[in-house]
């Protein structure tokens, strides 16, 4: 079992930069592969980045070059460093964990705005 809680969200003008974390708990957390989704009013969830265990990182297109997903172990955190923000990247944004199929972990959102 793992618990994930987000933190880091805000408002921010267009262009501005975030950085969220999420803190895990409850389990070997290097073991799993961790990501960040979003979801905006009225749109589905939407996979923002991914970083596997080793440290590979997927991200969607909409987001690449602008965001960065990191990781450090030994602190159970996973990072989304966020620049040149734009209103469309307004969303709740989650933190996810799998060790494997599914996202079977969620947390319980953070909320960002962008707007000037």
């Known amino acids: 079992q793992v618990q994930l809680v987000e933190s880091g969200g805000g408002s921010v003008q267009p262009g501005g930069s975030l950085r969220l974390t999420c803190a895990a708990s409850?389990?070997?957390?290097?073991?799993?592969?961790m990501a960040w989704f979003r979801q905006a009013p009225g749109k589905q969830r939407e996979l923002v980045a991914s970083?596997?265990?080793?440290?590979?990182?997927n991200y969607a297109d909409s987001v690449k070059v602008r965001f960065t997903i990191s990781r450090d172990n030994a602190k159970n955190t996973v990072y989304l460093q966020m620049n040149s923000l734009k209103p469309e990247d307004t969303a709740v944004y989650y933190c996810?964990?799998?060790?494997?199929?599914?996202?079977?972990?969620w947390g319980q959102g953070t909320q960002v705005t962008v707007s000037s």
């Open positions: 996810a964990a799998t060790s494997g199929g599914s996202w079977r972990f």
């Open positions: 409850g389990s070997i957390f290097s073991i799993y592969t």
């Open positions: 970083i596997s265990s080793v440290g590979n990182t």
